[in-house]
């Protein structure tokens, strides 16, 4: 028992209870004395005294500081705009993308070689969802997506194949819905006039 630290003073530093690394606790020695506590201070030599004062960096020894720019990169002094006119409009020329001016464009599109896009059954997708069949109208929901993403994209042989599973879904989920619909209405009259 001779190690052990009393309950009170477990812990205990030399500032009434706060624990501090420096504190050493010596065991009671049977005449009535409390424990000692000795404080050990630790100094860092590189922080004493005042600290140096400021000196703003030698213009001799810019160079050394920040070096120069590199070759590729060209000195130029910013431009700084007059307040005035605003710039001027850009002159017209031909973009790089076509745009509609209310004529058929020239560049090739699905629906110039009499194809149509094809649907995304995203409104029936959601209503079958809501009113029919949970599951086969989430994933009439998910392959509707894909037509639109695929639509987005350009690739209208994608769009088709995506398009044909949503509509197909769709349909399943209406006949899957009315059929338990009906079902269940045959059901409640049976039981109940039966």
Same mark, same amino acid.
């Given at each position: 028992?001779?190690?052990? /630290?009393?309950?009170? *003073?477990?812990?205990?530093? $030399?500032?009434? +209870?706060? =624990?501090?690394?420096?504190?050493?606790? %010596? @065991?009671?020695?049977?005449?009535?004395?409390?424990?000692? /506590?000795?404080?050990? *201070?630790?100094?860092?030599? $590189?922080?004493? +005294?005042? =600290?140096?004062?400021?000196?703003?960096? %030698? @213009?001799?020894?810019?160079?050394?500081?920040?070096?120069?720019?590199?070759?590729?990169?060209?000195?130029?002094?910013?431009?700084?705009?007059? =307040?005035?006119?605003?710039?001027?409009?850009? @002159?017209?020329?031909?973009?790089?993308?076509?745009?509609?001016?209310?004529?058929?464009?020239?560049?090739?599109?699905?629906?110039?070689?009499?194809?149509?896009?094809?649907?995304?059954?995203?409104?029936?997708?959601?209503?079958?969802?809501?009113?029919?069949?949970?599951?086969?109208?989430?994933?009439?929901?998910?392959?509707?997506?894909?037509?639109?993403?695929?639509?987005?994209?350009?690739?209208?042989?994608?769009?088709?194949?995506?398009?044909?599973?949503?509509?197909?879904?769709?349909?399943?989920?209406?006949?899957?819905?009315?059929?338990?619909?009906?079902?269940?209405?045959?059901?409640?009259?049976?039981?109940?006039?039966?």
């Amino acid at each position: 028992m001779e190690g052990d /630290v009393p309950a009170g *003073a477990r812990g205990c530093g $030399a500032a009434g +209870g706060v =624990p501090s690394s420096g504190t050493r606790w %010596d @065991p009671p020695t049977g005449r009535g004395d409390g424990p000692t /506590v000795v404080v050990v *201070a630790v100094t860092n030599t $590189a922080f004493e +005294g005042d =600290p140096p004062p400021y000196s703003p960096p %030698d @213009p001799k020894s810019v160079h050394l500081l920040y070096p120069p720019f590199s070759a590729g990169f060209s000195q130029q002094v910013p431009v700084i705009y007059q =307040p005035g006119r605003g710039p001027e409009p850009f @002159p017209p020329a031909p973009l790089p993308y076509a745009t509609y001016n209310g004529q058929p464009s020239t560049g090739p599109s699905p629906t110039s070689h009499g194809q149509r896009l094809p649907k995304d059954y995203l409104v029936e997708s959601v209503l079958v969802t809501i009113f029919c069949c949970l599951l086969t109208g989430v994933i009439a929901l998910v392959y509707s997506h894909e037509t639109r993403a695929a639509l987005s994209r350009g690739d209208t042989a994608q769009a088709n194949v995506a398009s044909k599973k949503a509509q197909s879904l769709v349909l399943f989920s209406l006949l899957f819905g009315l059929f338990a619909s009906i079902s269940w209405v045959i059901y409640v009259l049976v039981a109940l006039y039966v």
